[in-house]
């Protein structure tokens, strides 16, 4: 269901936006006080169910829904970069298919750029570890590496 919220807070915005309360002798009515204090008839219902809903669902409540939810959406796309994701095959609801494809190949560089330079960094540090030894015998690695003997090598 498509819901026009620009429509939805105007309606809201047009009305008392006082808070809404179920009434009348069989809980079927909803009434305002309109900030004047008085009580003010606003709908009435077949069920009081509905009566509760509505006036649980009052102006003051939606316009403060509408202003949660865009507050929600404009951080979920501040953050849509990052919630890319692919699911069984198909795009989430955050972004096409090519866009979903994009950044998985956008990740796999990054991960295989990042891989590469550990490596290149390991390899620079084994290099330096090796350029301060000094030429030893196998007798002498296999005396340091606990053997007696250098059979065992």
């Known amino acids: 269901m498509e819901i026009d919220m620009n429509a939805l807070e105007a309606a809201a915005r047009a009305t008392d936006n006082e808070p809404w309360r179920q009434g009348g002798k069989d809980g079927r009515e909803v009434h305002s006080a309109f900030g004047d204090g008085a ?14 809903f509505i006036a649980a669902a009052n102006p003051g409540v939606v316009l403060e829904l509408v202003r949660r939810l865009k507050a929600a959406e404009e951080k979920l796309g ?15 609801l955050f972004g096409s298919q090519e866009e979903v494809e994009a950044f998985h190949l956008k990740m796999r560089e990054n991960e295989e750029f990042a891989r590469q330079v550990a490596i290149e960094e390991c390899i620079a540090e084994k290099v330096e570890a090796f350029k301060g030894l000094e030429r030893c015998s196998v007798d002498e690695i296999a005396e340091d590496a606990g053997y007696s003997d250098a059979k065992y090598l």
Not at 39 to 52: C, G, I, M, W
Not at 78 to 92: E, H, K, Q, S
């Open 78 to 92: 501040a953050m849509r970069p990052l919630l890319i994701g692919n699911v069984n095959g198909d795009a989430t």
């Open 39 to 52: 009580d003010h008839f606003v709908a009435r219902t077949v069920y009081p169910s509905e009566a509760a």
